[in-house]
Every structure is written in C-alpha cells, then in structure tokens.
C-alpha cells in the first residue's frame, strides 16, 4: 500500500489538499498563531528529544549524528509514531516544523520511520496470526 505523508513549513499557506496538518516541533513557532494554522494536531513525542535538539542547533553533533541519534529514540518509542499512523491511514498527513531547512530537519528522517512502521504492520497483517488447525479434519477412529 502507498502512503502520501508530506513535508511543509508551517509559515506556507494552508492549502485544501494537506489533509491531516500535524506540527511535529517540540516548540512553538514564533509568530503563528494557532487559529490561522489549520492544525489536526500539535504532536511534539515523535519530534527530537530537547537535548538532541539543542546539541544539533548548537553545531555540537553533525547531522549525521543527530539522524542516528534520532533513529534511535524512534526506535526506543514506537508507540509515538503510532498517532502519526492513524493519520496517515486515513488520507494524505502533511508533516509540519518552523525548519528552514525541510530536509536538513527531523521531518524527512520521521517520514522515514513512518513509512517503515506502516510497512511493518502491514507485512504483520498479511501473516497469520497463528498456525492452521487441522484438528477438525481428522476422522474419529
């Protein structure tokens, strides 16, 4: 199955084809006001840890730290992508930070486990939840 999860900045418009418009950003942006953003939801448990996130901003770990970094705390908590996923199972979710940099931020890396963890559960899905029985089949004797 194919998922639509979408990168925006929360300073672009809203448009009507966002469909679920979560802000994933442990803090809020500066002069948005939460009436004029259409949000479903502000979700800050699927955004960076306030210390990965300070030490990234801080230039004291390279980005390539901070992503694996922030792999791991995805990893440690799975049960925070799990709102994600509803959205998503529900239409099109547009992921949205005060990021400047979209693809330099956590939202491509959270669109990734996302994707992973919706893949996950649907290969679990398709598997059986058990063994078939065959005692039905058996003849008395």
Known sequence: MTYDIALKRIYQPVDAEDGARVLVDRLWPRGKRREGLA?????????????????????EISAEVFAARYRGELRDAPECLVPLMRHVRQ???????????????????????????????????????????????????
Do not use: I, M, N
């Open 91 to 141: 239409g099109r979710l547009t992921l949205l930070s005060a990021a400047r940099d979209l693809e330099g931020s956590h939202l491509p890396l959270l669109r990734q486990a996302l994707l992973q963890a919706l893949h996950d559960e649907d290969v679990t899905d398709r598997e059986p939840a058990s063994s078939p029985c065959y005692l039905g089949s058996l003849k008395d004797t």
């Open 39 to 59: 949000l479903t939801d502000w979700y800050r448990d699927a955004s960076p840890s306030p210390t990965l996130r300070r030490q990234f901003h801080r230039q």
